[in-house]
């Protein structure tokens, strides 16, 4: 009898383990909160993010600053599973190389992208707020010092 308890807890046991490894991870669907058009003034400088709607296992977005009626930085971005199913969050932003960094955190209203290895930042997140705000902001160490740069954007579009 012992050793039929003993297996029929094995098995159990294992199902259950099975269940965890298999577990579907996040796909960009989750994001969809995301999707639409943000911006923001301020110091003489207009920020826009766009963001088009989950489809296909991507969004496909950009962000443009104009100051004195010329662009002075853009970005082109992308959220995309990877071949083991981990969202990745592939930012090109002007002047610089490609950087991909991994979901870490993701909830219906916040997420978050790290990649540790990347000169400055380092993480990348995203806040749905109570008021239908989103709150963007970069972190991490650059020269040696923790620095966070927010974006507090508002809907301009769908």
Known sequence: MKTLRWLLVSLVLAVLRGAEDGAAKPGVTALGWLAGTWGFERNGRTVTEQ??????????????????????????????????GDLHYVARPSRQPEASFK????????????????????????????????????????????????????????
């Open 51 to 84: 963001w088009m709607a989950p489809a296909g296992g991507t969004m496909l977005g950009m962000s443009r600053t104009v100051a004195n009626g010329k662009t002075v930085e853009y970005e082109f971005l992308l959220l995309r599973a990877d071949a083991s």
């Open 103 to 158: 979901l870490v955190k993701l909830t219906e209203r916040e997420v978050v992208f790290e990649n540790p290895a990347h000169d400055f930042p380092q993480r990348i997140l995203y806040t749905l707020k109570e008021d239908g705000t989103l709150l963007a902001a970069i972190e991490g160490t650059k020269d040696g010092k923790t620095r966070r740069v927010e974006f507090p954007y508002r809907r301009t579009g769908s």
